[in-house]
């Protein structure tokens, strides 16, 4: 495109146009806008924890014969551990009064 057809794109055309007169067009200037959104994404995993206490209580019964008058009675407590199936008993010490 000719000069003066460029002055005629931008400014239109001009009457008494002169051969001296010179229209400078500079390069176009770029602009980048940058919009940033931030989302915030929770994610929550729940954890349920069941505490179970089972309470082992073993009584055994013994009912022992004697010839004597006088009744005897046999208290045994044991410590079978936490494994119900698998139980490891060891008695338990109690202090004697």
């Keep these: 495109m000719s000069r003066n057809r460029l002055d005629d794109f931008f400014f239109g055309p001009r009457r008494g146009n002169r051969e001296e ?3 400078v067009v500079f390069p176009t200037r770029h602009y980048v806008n940058t919009r940033t959104n931030e989302q ?3 994610k ?5 924890i069941k505490n179970i206490n089972k309470n082992i209580k073993r009584i055994e019964n013994y ?4 010839e ?3 009744n005897e009675y046999i208290v045994e407590e044991y ?11 060891r008695p338990v010490k109690r202090c004697k009064w």
Excluded: A, L, M, Q
């Design 63 to 66: 009912y022992p014969v004697t």
């Design 21 to 23: 007169d010179e229209t």
């Design 40 to 42: 915030t994404i929770r």
């Design 44 to 48: 929550i995993h729940p954890t349920h």
């Design 79 to 89: 410590d079978c551990g936490s494994d119900i199936k698998n139980p490891c008993c």
């Design 68 to 70: 004597s008058t006088h």
